[in-house]
């Protein structure tokens, strides 16, 4: 199967496409990255060199793959970081030529806007751009906890208003949503939880909270999440899969002592968890009808 992932790029480190492309790739998916920055580093280190690239380097890309009469092959478009608002556009319009040469491709929206206690990150006009036109046409949507409140202007602290605010996203035609990161006011401190809300249901569940917070976590959440729903898996086990390929990583990352996500060392974990993680079923299908509670 084949993945467009348009993302940012660093040259050291992995977020955006340098944290999906491998392990797409070592789940067995052909992955054809298209670039939106290439910074040499992530901003988190407060000091990067490096460029944005403008929308229409994006389109020429697609215009290219289109050339060799690829994009009927392409099963799904993936989406992270933009770095402009305007690539956003470029990123839609490659969307919208994807699911014209394949009806059945999905297109996963990650909405890199910012983080609990980062703030928003992104520049100007892109938060806007994700919520008015992105989100109503995405497939999947994997917002981490801030951007689930800033996308639907609601503050969220418990499990009810994450599964409302899950439901007003799909209200807008979002099919299946997954918070890659929450804690609810009675989580208690030393775990952290995962939310993935679809058609048939919602789905929790929590892993034990490590400490450290490499960036690059909801990237990777996300390339691994789309490529189990690829798989033909339901929500519930796409959401378990991730869940263990994730903090798997992450402890490895911890007990290297670095701060970049050790995605090529401990790549096993991408594909056989060392630790699995049960899902619980916290909402029936008719409750995102809008025609029961719970």
Same mark, same amino acid.
């Given at each position: 199967?084949?993945?467009?992932?348009?993302?940012? %790029?660093?040259?050291?480190?992995?977020?955006?496409?340098?944290?999906?492309?491998?392990?797409?790739?070592?789940?067995? $998916?052909?992955? %054809?990255?298209?670039?939106?920055?290439?910074?040499?580093?992530?901003?988190?280190?407060?000091?990067?060199?490096?460029?944005? $690239?403008?929308?229409?380097?994006?389109?020429?890309?697609?215009?290219?793959?289109?050339?060799?009469?690829?994009?009927?092959?392409?099963?799904?478009?993936?989406?992270?970081?933009?770095?402009?608002?305007?690539?956003?556009?470029?990123?839609?319009?490659?969307?919208?030529?994807?699911?014209?040469?394949?009806?059945?491709?999905?297109?996963?929206?990650?909405?890199?806007?910012?983080?609990?206690?980062?703030?928003? $990150?992104?520049?100007?006009?892109?938060?806007?751009?994700?919520?008015?036109?992105?989100?109503?046409?995405?497939?999947?949507?994997?917002?981490?906890?801030?951007?689930?409140?800033?996308?639907?202007?609601?503050?969220?602290?418990?499990?009810?208003?994450?599964?409302?605010?899950?439901?007003?996203?799909?209200?807008?035609?979002?099919?299946?949503?997954?918070?890659?990161?929450?804690?609810?006011?009675?989580?208690?401190?030393?775990?952290?939880?995962?939310?993935?809300?679809?058609?048939?249901?919602? %789905?929790?569940?929590?892993?034990?909270?490590?400490?450290?917070?490499?960036?690059?976590?909801?990237?990777?959440?996300?390339?691994?999440?789309?490529?189990?729903?690829?798989?033909?898996?339901?929500?519930?086990?796409?959401?378990?899969?991730?869940?263990?390929?994730? %903090?798997?990583?992450?402890?490895?990352?911890?007990?290297?002592?670095?701060?970049?996500?050790?995605?090529?060392?401990?790549?096993?974990?991408?594909?056989?968890?060392?630790?699995?993680?049960?899902?619980?079923?916290?909402?029936?299908?008719?409750?995102?009808?809008?025609?029961?509670?719970?």
């Amino acid at each position: 199967m084949n993945v467009l992932s348009i993302q940012s %790029w660093v040259a050291y480190g992995h977020v955006g496409n340098a944290a999906a492309i491998f392990p797409l790739q070592r789940l067995g $998916f052909e992955a %054809w990255a298209i670039n939106t920055v290439q910074f040499s580093n992530h901003t988190g280190y407060g000091a990067w060199r490096g460029q944005v $690239f403008a929308p229409g380097h994006v389109a020429a890309l697609v215009d290219g793959i289109a050339e060799r009469g690829a994009l009927g092959g392409c099963d799904a478009v993936l989406s992270g970081y933009m770095g402009d608002a305007a690539l956003g556009e470029a990123i839609l319009d490659a969307v919208a030529r994807v699911k014209a040469a394949n009806p059945k491709a999905l297109y996963c929206c990650d909405p890199v806007i910012g983080d609990v206690g980062r703030g928003v $990150f992104v520049r100007p006009g892109i938060p806007e751009f994700l919520r008015d036109r992105a989100v109503p046409a995405a497939d999947i949507l994997t917002p981490n906890h801030f951007e689930l409140e800033h996308l639907t202007g609601r503050e969220v602290g418990t499990l009810g208003e994450a599964l409302d605010a899950a439901r007003a996203l799909r209200d807008r035609g979002v099919g299946t949503v997954l918070v890659t990161s929450f804690r609810r006011r009675k989580t208690g401190p030393d775990k952290v939880e995962m939310l993935a809300v679809g058609e048939a249901g919602a %789905w929790l569940v929590a892993t034990p909270l490590l400490p450290i917070a490499p960036n690059g976590g909801g990237d990777l959440t996300a390339a691994l999440f789309l490529a189990h729903v690829l798989q033909g898996e339901p929500v519930a086990t796409a959401l378990a899969g991730a869940a263990g390929s994730v %903090w798997g990583i992450i402890e490895a990352t911890r007990r290297a002592g670095a701060r970049e996500l050790q995605l090529v060392a401990a790549q096993d974990e991408l594909v056989r968890p060392s630790r699995s993680f049960r899902t619980r079923r916290v909402a029936r299908p008719d409750y995102f009808s809008g025609k029961g509670p719970a």
